[in-house]
């Protein structure tokens, strides 16, 4: 059973770092293709970040370029989401998903996904 497991959500000020991690079990890490989502209250679920196999093609939603970091860790079977310069419009329960196969657009959907977390919430708020 495929199971994706994130961790590191809370609550901060504006201006603030975190870094979201999800854990990667029962399907082979290294098959796997990672975004990162993201689902503010009373909107559509919207893709932060993707990031091929081998790590080296990393796509960002426009609004978090520069400040958010996608990166993956073979060793520990493992996505994180570095999150620099956090502003109250990144408040949202934030998800990670897998699928086995590229996806097949720029900007990913979440139907494209297969595997997905339960979220973890990231607050910021003065």
């Known amino acids: 059973q495929v199971q994706l497991v994130e961790s590191g959500g809370g609550l901060l000020q504006p201006g603030a770092s975190l870094r979201l991690s999800c854990v990667v079990s029962?399907?082979?890490?290294?098959?796997?293709?990672i975004g990162w989502f993201r689902q503010a209250p009373g909107k559509e679920r919207e893709a932060v970040s993707y990031?091929?196999?081998?790590?080296?093609?990393?796509h960002y939603k426009r609004a978090v370029r520069g400040r958010f970091t996608q990166s993956r860790d073979h060793a520990k079977n493992s996505v994180h989401l570095q999150m620099n310069n956090l502003k109250p419009e990144d408040t949202a329960v934030y998800f990670c998903?897998?699928?086995?196969?590229?996806?097949?657009?720029?900007?990913?959907?979440?139907?494209?996904?297969?595997?997905w977390g339960v979220g973890t919430q990231v607050t910021v708020s003065s």
């Open positions: 998903a897998g699928v086995d196969r590229p996806v097949p657009r720029a900007i990913p959907l979440p139907s494209d996904f297969d595997y």
């Open positions: 029962g399907f082979p890490f290294d098959s796997l293709y």
């Open positions: 990031m091929n196999i081998g790590g080296d093609i990393t």
